[in-house]
């Protein structure tokens, strides 16, 4: 049952903070944070603490997202078999790293990676497929391979595009955008740029007006901007 209710708070911080209300998936966190650290189950604990992660890089946290991305590799680091809910937190970390360059990012990317490529191989889904790339794509990115992580960020969002899962393909075409432009392909950053807008205005749209919308519009110019990684 404890496991059951973790999830359940866990799913709904994410909702939250795919909206754009980052403080009230903060909320729902700390107000059952005793309950949720104990809960020592990697297919809790790993995305418990990519929402945690998430959260304090939309607040602007350096110190506690370091301090939960470094949680999140060690607790994924080393293991032969993960559970599916893995990949998409350890996305969230590569993509942090990415920002990070130097000794410690480039042993980090290397732990996720080793996580993510591990998870392709257990389930063989599109999910962890995607989520694979776009881990790759970042790492590309952080490690000055531009060309290399536009290539990976555009066959990322087709992945996603593949799974059905739109939030996350218009983030990597933005992604893509941004590194596209970075090698001198401008025409097809237009392109990516303008398919991830046409999805975040789809899923917008479907949104009843005020705070959802509201919120929601501060999420969709973060990724079109290419703030969000």
Same mark, same amino acid.
């Given at each position: 049952?404890?496991?059951?209710?973790?999830?359940?708070?866990?799913?709904?911080?994410?909702?939250?903070?795919?909206?754009?209300?980052?403080?009230?998936?903060?909320?729902?966190?700390?107000? @059952?944070?005793?309950?949720?650290?104990?809960?020592?189950?990697? =297919?809790?604990?790993?995305?418990?603490?990519? !929402?945690?992660?998430?959260?304090?890089?939309?607040?602007?946290? !350096?110190?506690?997202?370091?301090?939960?991305? *470094?949680?999140?590799?060690? /607790?994924?680091?080393? %293991?032969?078999?993960?559970?599916?809910?893995?990949?998409?937190?350890?996305? #969230?970390?590569? @993509?942090?790293?990415?920002?990070?360059?130097?000794?410690?990012?480039?042993?980090?990317?290397?732990?996720?990676?080793?996580?993510?490529? =591990? #998870?392709?191989? =257990? *389930?063989?889904?599109?999910?962890?497929?995607?989520?694979?790339? !776009?881990?790759?794509?970042?790492?590309?990115?952080?490690?000055?391979?531009?060309?290399?992580?536009?290539?990976?960020?555009?066959?990322?969002?087709?992945?996603?595009?593949? /799974?059905?899962?739109?939030?996350? !393909?218009?983030?990597?075409? /933005?992604?893509?955008?941004?590194?596209?432009?970075?090698?001198?392909?401008?025409?097809?950053?237009?392109? =990516? %740029?303008?398919?991830?807008?046409?999805?975040?205005?789809?899923?917008?749209?479907?949104?009843?007006?005020?705070?959802?919308?509201?919120?929601?519009?501060?999420?969709?110019?973060?990724?079109?901007?290419?703030?969000?990684?």
């Amino acid at each position: 049952f404890e496991m059951l209710r973790a999830n359940v708070l866990v799913i709904l911080a994410r909702s939250y903070l795919d909206l754009g209300l980052v403080r009230e998936a903060k909320a729902v966190l700390e107000d @059952r944070r005793g309950a949720l650290e104990e809960v020592p189950e990697p =297919q809790v604990r790993v995305p418990y603490l990519g !929402e945690r992660l998430r959260i304090a890089i939309a607040l602007g946290d !350096e110190e506690v997202a370091a301090r939960e991305a *470094f949680s999140l590799i060690d /607790c994924v680091a080393g %293991r032969t078999t993960h559970s599916a809910e893995v990949p998409v937190p350890v996305v #969230t970390v590569c @993509r942090w790293l990415a920002r990070r360059p130097g000794h410690v990012a480039n042993d980090g990317f290397d732990r996720c990676l080793a996580a993510l490529a =591990q #998870t392709e191989h =257990q *389930f063989a889904s599109d999910l962890t497929r995607a989520a694979h790339l !776009e881990g790759r794509a970042a790492a590309a990115g952080g490690l000055g391979r531009w060309t290399e992580a536009a290539h990976l960020f555009v066959a990322a969002a087709d992945g996603w595009a593949g /799974c059905g899962f739109p939030l996350d !393909e218009a983030r990597t075409r /933005c992604s893509a955008a941004v590194w596209l432009e970075r090698i001198g392909a401008g025409e097809e950053a237009g392109v =990516q %740029r303008r398919r991830a807008d046409g999805l975040l205005s789809g899923l917008q749209s479907r949104l009843p007006s005020g705070t959802l919308r509201s919120a929601f519009e501060r999420v969709r110019e973060t990724m079109l901007s290419g703030r969000s990684g």
